[in-house]
């Protein structure tokens, strides 16, 4: 089992940046493959980035790829998304999960656990 504690999140001009954190609880959290969601107010929660178990392979949802980045710290069990040229409608909580598998996935109902979520809000 692994607990998983998101931060990093606040308010932000859009152009801006952010870096989320996730820390993960657990010795064996290198066996979890990684992802990160985002839900809007009123809207289902979506898929935003993931990385495999070793760092090696990275998938993102086409609304972020080339302003987010997904990177892992095994050794401090930690994972981050760095977020870059935010907009007003990357606004949401945020939210990491973790899978345990060899394979990544982008629907949230593949991942087994779950953080609380931070808030990113982009003013625009």
């Known amino acids: 089992q692994v607990q998983l504690v998101e931060s990093g999140g606040g308010l932000v001009q859009a152009g801006g940046s952010l870096r989320l954190s996730c820390a993960a609880s657990?010795?064996?959290?290198?066996?979890?493959?990684v992802g990160w969601f985002r839900q809007a107010p009123g809207k289902e929660r979506e898929f935003v980035a993931t990385?495999?178990?070793?760092?090696?392979?990275?998938d993102y949802a086409d609304s972020v790829k080339g302003r987010f980045t997904i990177s892992r710290d095994n050794a401090k069990n930690t994972v981050h998304l760095q977020m870059n040229s935010l907009k007003p409608e990357d606004t949401a909580v945020y939210s990491c999960?973790?899978?345990?598998?060899?394979?990544?996935?982008?629907?949230?109902?593949?991942?087994?656990?779950w953080g609380q979520g931070t808030q990113v809000t982009v003013s625009s």
């Open positions: 657990g010795r064996t959290f290198s066996t979890y493959v």
């Open positions: 990385i495999s178990r070793n760092g090696g392979s990275t």
């Open positions: 999960a973790a899978r345990f598998s060899l394979t990544s996935a982008t629907l949230r109902g593949h991942y087994d656990y």
